[in-house]
């Protein structure tokens, strides 16, 4: 703020910061002369006895006396005096739509009957909120404090999500593991609850997004093993998938999993080994046993291909 006389001053948000979302000028009083100035995306709410007078929302520089007073509700009819101004506060506040980062600080543990403890589930994300209601404002949070932050909207959302996020997970949630498929459900329904709840202090919550869930890492460990097992498709092929990376991944002593993984690996190729060579026996052996000698192996008498011997009657095959 820059004073410009004894009698005058300028009323404005100088030292303007990108996540304050309402500054107060609390001066004891406005001189006659002063100045109101307000900058791209910021209103100016003017208060007295923190009741809300007025609201500006024109960008500009504008003289208080001629340009502000007459519109000002219960002070329109205000003079100045020569050594006495007028005992206000200035209510700046940031117009924009905020986007803010959550996550929970806690694993919430879902019902689930499949573990009685419950899953435990950690999530981030995204909202975004904006000023909607000065009244609300005012009366809630603007009466009391000289400045309201991002970090104070965060802690309150914070002082609620937990409920909201197991609520519609539970109501929305079709797969607890994979929740990110019904993301955007569970935020719109997040984003209702949490709007009632903070519009309370005239703030909207205008877009909640769950950019991830994220389990303990063995459940996680447990649903690529299921999700592994759905691509390979066959259970045969995955405990030879499993087994070749078990020993792939084993340290360079070698470890008792991996050297058993090994083993039963080694005992699968050679009994399959085992397997086919004695269907190929068994197929050669009755080729064999179908085929007749040349000669008989009782008087030696040529057969020529035939079943019994011509000279002694003998049966050949």
């Given at each position: 703020m820059g004073i410009l006389n004894q009698f005058s001053n300028v009323v404005e948000w100088e030292e303007y910061r990108d996540d304050i979302i309402f500054w107060k000028w609390s001066n004891k009083e406005i001189k006659k002369g002063s100045?109101?100035?307000i900058r791209p995306g910021q209103d100016a709410v003017f208060m007295f006895n923190g009741k809300r007078e007025g609201v500006f929302t024109e960008e500009g520089s504008f003289d208080i006396e001629s340009e502000i007073i007459p519109f000002l509700s219960?002070?329109?009819?205000?003079?100045?005096?020569?050594?006495s101004g007028m005992r206000a506060e200035v209510l700046f506040v940031n117009t924009k739509e905020f986007t803010v980062k959550w996550g929970t600080k806690q694993a919430i543990n879902i019902p689930n009957p499949q573990l009685p403890g419950g899953l435990p589930?950690?999530?981030?994300?995204?909202?975004?909120?904006?000023?909607?209601?000065?009244?609300?404002?005012?009366?809630?949070?603007?009466?009391?404090?000289?400045?309201?932050?991002?970090?104070?909207?965060?802690?309150?959302?914070?002082?609620?999500?937990?409920?909201?996020?197991?609520?519609?997970?539970?109501?929305?949630g079709k797969d607890m593991f994979n929740l990110q498929a019904n993301a955007i459900a569970i935020g719109n329904g997040i984003k209702e609850d949490l709007d009632m709840e903070i519009s309370k202090i005239g703030i909207s919550i205008t877009g909640f997004n769950i950019q991830s869930f994220n389990y303990p890492e063995e459940v996680q460990k447990m649903v690529n093993k299921v999700a592994g097992q759905g691509m390979v498709g066959d259970v045969g092929k995955y405990q030879q998938v499993s087994m070749a990376d078990s020993m792939a991944n084993g340290n360079a002593g070698g470890s008792a999993a991996a050297d058993m993984a090994g083993m039963m690996m080694?005992?699968?190729?050679?009994?399959?080994?085992?397997?086919?060579m004695n269907g190929n026996n068994a197929g050669g052996g009755m080729n064999n046993a179908g085929a007749s000698p040349k000669f008989c192996p009782n008087c030696g008498t040529p057969t020529n291909g035939a079943r019994f011997c011509s000279n002694c009657g003998n049966k050949l095959a």
């Amino acid at each position: 703020m820059g004073i410009l006389n004894q009698f005058s001053n300028v009323v404005e948000w100088e030292e303007y910061r990108d996540d304050i979302i309402f500054w107060k000028w609390s001066n004891k009083e406005i001189k006659k002369g002063s100045k109101l100035i307000i900058r791209p995306g910021q209103d100016a709410v003017f208060m007295f006895n923190g009741k809300r007078e007025g609201v500006f929302t024109e960008e500009g520089s504008f003289d208080i006396e001629s340009e502000i007073i007459p519109f000002l509700s219960t002070l329109k009819g205000f003079k100045f005096g020569f050594n006495s101004g007028m005992r206000a506060e200035v209510l700046f506040v940031n117009t924009k739509e905020f986007t803010v980062k959550w996550g929970t600080k806690q694993a919430i543990n879902i019902p689930n009957p499949q573990l009685p403890g419950g899953l435990p589930i950690r999530a981030l994300g995204t909202f975004n909120c904006k000023v909607s209601d000065y009244l609300a404002l005012i009366e809630n949070i603007a009466g009391v404090k000289q400045q309201y932050t991002i970090e104070d909207i965060r802690e309150r959302v914070s002082a609620v999500l937990d409920s909201f996020l197991m609520k519609w997970i539970m109501q929305e949630g079709k797969d607890m593991f994979n929740l990110q498929a019904n993301a955007i459900a569970i935020g719109n329904g997040i984003k209702e609850d949490l709007d009632m709840e903070i519009s309370k202090i005239g703030i909207s919550i205008t877009g909640f997004n769950i950019q991830s869930f994220n389990y303990p890492e063995e459940v996680q460990k447990m649903v690529n093993k299921v999700a592994g097992q759905g691509m390979v498709g066959d259970v045969g092929k995955y405990q030879q998938v499993s087994m070749a990376d078990s020993m792939a991944n084993g340290n360079a002593g070698g470890s008792a999993a991996a050297d058993m993984a090994g083993m039963m690996m080694g005992m699968q190729m050679g009994q399959q080994m085992v397997n086919q060579m004695n269907g190929n026996n068994a197929g050669g052996g009755m080729n064999n046993a179908g085929a007749s000698p040349k000669f008989c192996p009782n008087c030696g008498t040529p057969t020529n291909g035939a079943r019994f011997c011509s000279n002694c009657g003998n049966k050949l095959a």
